[in-house]
């Protein structure tokens, strides 16, 4: 089976810096991704990790250690807009995405 | 836009009603996937079409079924309704090992 474990919440300052964690036990592993959604609509695209190391993308870094099972998600210079959920996945053996129940992160000013 | 296209956006039935749910994928991919979201929950994988075959099932009730057919486009049958079938329904294509391009859900209110 699989497991996906991440905070269920977060709280930040604008102009600061956070790391979301994800832990993982999944039947195979073919790919880590991380989603951002808003209150209400689509889930959107962030990053992709399926080798071991950081992967840089603007503001959002994702990093990956496949041994320990683990990812986190670094969002750097925190604007308000960034107050949303953000979903951990893992793809095991199949090609379907299996979602961790998300952190939903909270940017005061 | 992701270019995944999902209607109705919105649906109020009754219990014991049954709707259908439809989705057209990307430009290109053939893969389509469906996921449940009640409040504050997270994703949860209903099933997956590839090319117009069942590729793999999640936690999908009896009551629902879908399928994906030649244009590629697939429909979500939910049926006999129930109180705890209201959720946000989206559907995601892809072109794998890529990532999901998600609709923007159909909201479904069963009273």
């Known amino acids: 089976g699989q497991n996906i474990d991440q905070p269920t919440e977060m709280t930040a300052t604008e102009g600061a810096i956070v790391q979301i964690n994800c832990t993982y036990q999944?039947?195979?592993?073919?790919?880590l991704f991380w989603y951002q959604q808003h209150a209400g609509e689509a889930p959107t695209f962030l990053s992709y990790?399926?080798?071991?190391g950081l992967e840089e993308k603007g503001r959002f870094s994702s990093f990956l250690s496949r041994s320990k099972g683990y990812s986190y998600l670094l969002l750097k210079e925190l604007q308000m807009k960034d107050s949303a959920s953000y979903l951990c996945?893992?793809?095991?053996?199949?090609?379907?995405?299996?979602f961790g129940t998300g952190t939903r992160l909270q940017v005061f000013p | 836009d992701s270019g995944v296209t999902q209607t109705p956006k919105h649906l109020i039935t009754a219990t014991g009603q049954r709707v259908t749910l439809r989705c057209s994928p990307r430009?290109?991919?053939?893969?389509v996937y469906w996921y449940q979201q009640s409040l504050d929950q997270g994703l949860q994988f209903l099933i997956q079409?590839?090319?117009?075959?069942?590729?793999a099932k999640g936690n999908i009730l009896e009551r629902f079924s879908a399928q994906q057919f030649p244009d590629l486009h697939s429909e979500l049958n939910l049926s006999s309704l129930e109180l705890g079938d209201s959720a946000l329904y989206f559907c995601?294509?892809?072109?794998?090992?890529?990532?999901?391009?998600f609709g923007e859900g159909s909201r479904l209110t069963v009273l």
């Open positions: 995601a294509s892809s072109s794998p090992p890529g990532e999901l391009f």
């Open positions: 999944t039947s195979g592993f073919n790919g």
């Open positions: 990790n399926v080798l071991d």
């Open positions: 996945a893992v793809r095991g053996n199949t090609d379907k995405l299996i």
């Open positions: 430009s290109g991919d053939l893969s």
């Open positions: 079409y590839y090319n117009g075959e069942e590729r």
